[in-house]
């Protein structure tokens, strides 16, 4: 699925797609939205393996664009996402309808 479509419609998006494209979320309208990554098989969550490290990026850089980090999902079992809910600072998506 389109990055930018999926945001639209389930509300979040991949570390991966962030890394790629830092501009997906300016005109996100939504002021909350999960960035999510998947545990890179036979990689532990542990600091500085896995995703780890691309989440922690991507949740700095969404902080010089409005971001900011409200909530964080770091495991609990093999169907578990590690990502980060983010909010828009402010009132959200101004001007947009």
């Given at each position: 699925m389109?990055p930018q479509k ?12 962030l ?7 300016d005109?996100?309208?939504?002021r909350?939205?999960?960035?999510a990554?998947r545990?890179?098989a036979?990689?532990?969550l ?9 989440l922690l990026w991507?949740?700095e ?18 169907q ?6 983010m909010?828009r600072?402010g009132s959200g998506a101004?001007?947009?309808s």
């Open positions: 389109d999926r945001v639209l419609e389930q509300r979040y998006i991949e570390v991966d797609d890394a790629h494209d830092p501009t997906l979320l005109g996100c309208p939504h909350y939205v999960f960035v990554a545990p890179k036979g990689l532990s542990q600091p500085f393996h896995g995703n780890l490290p691309r991507c949740v850089m969404l902080e010089t664009r409005g971001w900011e980090p409200v909530a964080w999902e770091t495991g609990g079992g093999p578990t996402r590690l990502g980060t809910l909010r600072s101004e001007g947009r």
